[in-house]
């Protein structure tokens, strides 16, 4: 194909582009009416981030949207951002930048290609169908081209899928593996179902934990679509800013994102609130996929035992098994998931850096952290909750 039919352009924003444009690349399976794979790089979702000021100036997190046009048609985007940190990522590189500005190197700013504060998996490149092969090349050599002719340290493609992962390589980008918790449908019927698949004990505490996290006082409830209200954002939003202050000092959304969720991604949502005496007390934000509930945000103004698995984790099982999903990804980190039915997964993100040398030394760290990922994802499954009769179908 001829290369001087391809333009790059860079977008400083979501608003000078259509949705109908965008999405041809981001969900282009949600043409027939259906849900995107997942909400997190449709416009809506991404304009909602920029509208509020969660994203944009001051936050550290500039738009500068990748955007590739063969004679004159989108063929592939990418949300990309110019960052002036790494937070917000989940993919952590504070050692790389510390070791770059020791050797007397400039790390910040660096290009990303994200979604901000959103550990999911989920294709970043995004591309027209038909157009794959030609709209990733050139998005991936668009961005270094981008980084090199504006002296930026290095590119960065966090929670992409494992297909652009092993594309990105092949093109000369560096791989690196993470892992995270996920909970697997193995065709459950209902929760008692995959109780079921769990040896004795694991079974038994699990309803120990539901039983003592129902004794609250109150009821629980899934809500979305038309069943969310604006109030119901006022309890989440204190929720938020509670958890978000212990963790990262100050919330990385702003209040106005979730009004403009409301408005425009109420079916892409599923709040579980925990209420007691008519007022929520306790919270858990999902995001609902085509085949995937996303677990985001969790926090209360009451402790109560237990409380916090039964929304993020049991709660989030249910309604899996319910919409028929297929998995829940329950966010970042935390091994105390692995008791509760949500198994070590890989994850995938891929690298670019501008100094050779400095890219030959993080080449070698990330072949070591491979393998030591590796190993952690065979000790943790090992350890799963899962009756060990037949663990092939946990694998």
Known sequence: MDQAQIEVRVLGSLSQITAAEWDSCACPEAADGGRPLDPFTTHRFLLALEESGSVGPGTGWQPQYLTVYLDGMLIGAAPMYAKSHSQGEYIFDHNWAHAYENAGGRYYPKLQIAVPFTPATGRRFLLRPGYQAVGMSALVQGAVQLAADNQVSSVHATFCTEDEALAGEQMGLMLR????????????????GFLAALSSRKRKNIRKERAQACAFGGEIRALTGDDLRPEHWDAFWEFYQDTGARKWGVPYLTRQFFDIAQETMADDMALVLAERGGYPIAGALNFIGRETLYGRYWGCVEHHACLHFELCYYRAIDFAI???????????????????????????????????????????????????????????????PFRKSNPEEHQ
């Not at 593996?177 to 008692?192: E, P």
């Not at 994850?347 to 491979?370: C, G, M, Q, R």
Request: net charge negative.
């Open 177 to 192: 593996h993470s892992q995270q918790f996920h909970w697997l449908n193995d065709g459950y019927a209902n929760f008692d």
């Open 322 to 384: 319910a919409q028929g999903l297929a998995r829940v990804e329950a966010g970042a980190q935390g091994e105390h998931k692995l008791a509760r039915g949500y198994l070590p997964t890989r994850t995938h993100s891929l690298h670019w850096v501008n100094d050779p040398s400095f890219a030959d030394a993080i080449k070698k760290y990330l072949d070591a952290e491979a393998q030591a990922v590796g190993e952690e994802i065979e000790i943790l499954t090992d350890y799963g």
